[in-house]
């Protein structure tokens, strides 16, 4: 069983979303069009391939938790999507995948081989292709009122550095040395509004806090989660504005 198996089914209802928005500006600025393939490393239940499918002509998506490949297979069924998905890690790939023109890569950097990844990189992504790294994030500018008293509750329960911060030093370590450079960022704002009992349980879709770390330690979590969110709220709901993140490389 992988990290992230008992999270699967929490993972695409829980985390923060990538709306619309975000996949159709991201595309749009980029000039993504059909003639263009797509492959997704680590691509989990396929939020990010099957946001951009619209977009591009043929979507790829790999990811080393069978869980997370018959999530993603569903989600195209479901979506009526042609989505090819190989199971595996990324850095397996072989030489006769072939080259892509949009290589993206969402909260999975960070658990990937630096130099597998950089090598795997230079003869994945065709000469005019672009890397897009995605991310997800409650804005932390002070406009969540919760978000400080959550992340305190989410250092108890899962502690260690932050995913976000584990990314950036990948991003950086791996293009360190290769052709490739990071030339953009774009940002796509958007809220939406979310119980407090769902902001608990978004923890547990985390490596370090599932369901299988956490064992019967579940409940006391999301016991204190709860109670530590419910002054931000009214009648059990919070307000979230959520910052989606494509990081562009070329």
């Not at 619209?54 to 790999?62: D, E, K, L, N």
């Not at 069924?77 to 998905?85: I, S």
């Amino acid at each position: 069983m992988g990290r992230f198996a008992t999270t699967v089914p929490l993972y695409e209802e829980f985390r923060p979303p990538y709306p619309p928005e975000f996949f159709r500006t991201v595309a749009e600025g980029l000039g993504f069009t059909k003639e263009h393939a797509l492959i997704d490393l680590g691509t989990g239940p396929g939020l990010i391939a099957l946001g951009f499918s619209r977009y591009v002509g043929r979507i790829v998506g790999v990811d080393p938790e069978a869980a997370m490949i018959a999530a993603a297979r569903q989600a195209a069924a479901h979506a009526k999507q042609d989505f090819t998905l190989i199971e595996g890690r990324a850095e397996a790939l072989p030489a006769d995948i072939g080259s892509f023109d949009v290589v993206t890569i969402g909260r999975a950097l960070h658990w990937m081989d630096r130099d597998a990844i950089a090598a795997l990189l230079e003869r994945l992504v065709k000469p005019e292709g672009v890397i897009v790294v995605c991310a997800s994030r409650s804005a932390a500018d002070g406009r969540n009122p919760w978000l400080d008293e959550y992340n305190e509750a989410r250092r108890f329960w899962s502690p260690g550095p932050s995913g976000s911060e584990r990314s950036r030093e990948a991003l950086a370590a791996v293009l360190e040395g290769t052709r490739f450079q990071l030339i953009d960022e774009i940002n796509v704002e958007t809220s939406h509004e979310l119980s407090v009992s769902d902001l608990a349980r978004r923890v547990l879709t985390f490596s370090t806090s599932s369901p299988e770390i956490l064992g019967d330690k579940v409940d006391a979590m999301l016991h204190d989660v709860e109670a530590r969110l419910m002054p931000f709220s009214r009648e059990g709901k919070l307000a979230e504005i959520v910052v989606s993140t494509a990081k562009v490389v070329c």
